[in-house]
Nanobody, 122 residues
Framework: QVQLVESGGGLVQAGGSLSLSCAASGRTFSRYAMGWFRQAPGREREFVAYINWSGGSTYYADSVKGRFTISRDNAKNTVYLRVNSLKPEDTAVYYC???????????????WGQGTQVTVSS
């Protein structure tokens, strides 16, 4: 069992940056691929970024590539999402997730956090 707690969301102006964190419980964190998804009001949950168990492989949605960076620290049981050059369309609840397989499909993940709100004003 893995419990995930996100933090770092907030209100920021367009062009600004935030650092999201996701702290995981449990001693098996390093065995899991980690991902970030987001969901805006009235829209489906969408993939944002993925990182494999070691941190050696990452993948991003086209909409965030070059602006967002996912990383992890297995010693701290934490995954991060640095979000730069924010746009109003990035406004959403951002969810951290863990799974044995990972990838871009939400169904491949086993555990989800409660989410952290990111709001970008124009």
């Amino acid at each position: 069992q893995v419990q995930l707690v996100e933090s770092g969301g907030g209100l920021v102006q367009a062009g600004g940056s935030l650092s999201l964190s996701c702290a995981a419980s449990g001693r098996t964190f390093s065995r899991y691929a980690m991902g970030w998804f987001r969901q805006a009001p009235g829209r489906e949950r969408e993939f944002v970024a993925y990182i494999n168990w070691s941190g050696g492989s990452t993948y991003y949605a086209d909409s965030v590539k070059g602006r967002f960076t996912i990383s992890r620290d297995n010693a701290k049981n934490t995954v991060y999402l640095r979000v730069n050059s924010l746009k109003p369309e990035d406004t959403a609840v951002y969810y951290c997730t863990a799974g044995r397989r990972g990838g871009t499909y939400w169904g491949a993940y086993d555990y989800w956090g409660q989410g952290t709100q990111v709001t970008v004003s124009s």
